[in-house]
């Protein structure tokens, strides 16, 4: 592991929170489960995930102000609340689940999901209730695993990739949703005394680099079109499932 505070453990940070950063504001989170991974190379995956942590409450600041009036509100009123009871059962089981096998399962199906788009016949969009159910699932699971193992992303894509919605929609409504759960994590955190003083205020320091990568990722939105906006997103949940996927495997194979 990097010395904290040494130049290639800051260099690793800067480049975890620019990624996270061109993640949220360009392509709905898809690939931000990609920056613990990467700053888990110098450190330890929790003081990780933690020092990531203030980057993500000032992301989801901008996010606010940014697509105030880009959001599908139906489809925040449908996950926001299944996302929370999502979270409130991640506190409730944190000391009893492995996150290693959360990733594992997250990340097989995130691949299988992404191989089915490619492979396999175009699905049509569910409405109705069929739908609202799904919403639910994935809006729960969602909460869930991002408290427990910082994975939130794919859930959301898995739902949303296949309504095809405006990428500038896509990108709005995961925007605020993902605000909501970073917000609604502080508390419990802290009551599992996930935090330290002394992490916090370098995670305080990486967050000056936040506003880059939104801005990067804001203007990666702005450019890309549909189609590829898209293929970005199904190649992003698809790296991120096989790192998932590696990470889960982790324990059996050492």
């Not at 880009?70 to 059962?89: E, H, V």
């Not at 296949?162 to 990108?171: C, E, F, I, Q, T």
């Amino acid at each position: 592991m990097a010395e904290a505070g040494g130049a290639l453990f800051i260099v690793t940070a800067i480049a975890a929170v620019t990624i996270l950063g061109i993640s949220k504001s360009g392509f709905g989170a898809a690939f931000g489960s990609l920056a613990v991974p990467l700053l888990a190379l110098v450190t330890s995956p929790s003081h990780a995930a933690a020092l990531l942590l203030p980057s993500l409450l000032v992301m989801d600041l901008f996010g606010l102000v940014v697509f105030r009036r880009s959001f599908d509100r139906q489809l925040l009123r449908l996950l926001l609340p299944a996302a929370l009871i999502g979270i409130g059962f991640g506190f409730a089981t944190f000391r009893h689940v492995s996150p290693e096998g959360l990733k594992l399962i997250l990340g097989t199906v995130s691949v299988l999901f992404v191989l089915q788009r490619w492979l396999g016949p175009e699905s049509s969009v569910d409405s109705g209730d069929h739908d609202t159910l799904r919403g639910r699932f994935w809006g729960a699971l969602s909460g869930f695993t991002s408290f427990i193992a910082h994975a939130g992303g794919p859930p959301i894509s898995m739902y949303l990739i296949p309504k095809r919605l405006d990428r500038r929609l896509y990108v709005g409504t995961t925007a605020l949703l993902f605000a909501a759960i970073n917000f609604s994590k502080w508390l419990p955190y802290s009551l599992l005394g996930l935090f330290s003083p002394s992490t916090l205020g370098q995670g305080a320091l990486f967050a000056l680099a936040a506003p880059v990568g939104y801005w990067i990722g804001l203007r990666c939105l702005n450019r890309v079109d549909g189609v590829w906006f898209y293929r970005i997103i199904n190649l992003a949940l698809l790296l991120t499932g096989i790192k998932l996927m590696v990470d889960g495997l982790k324990p059996f194979l050492s």
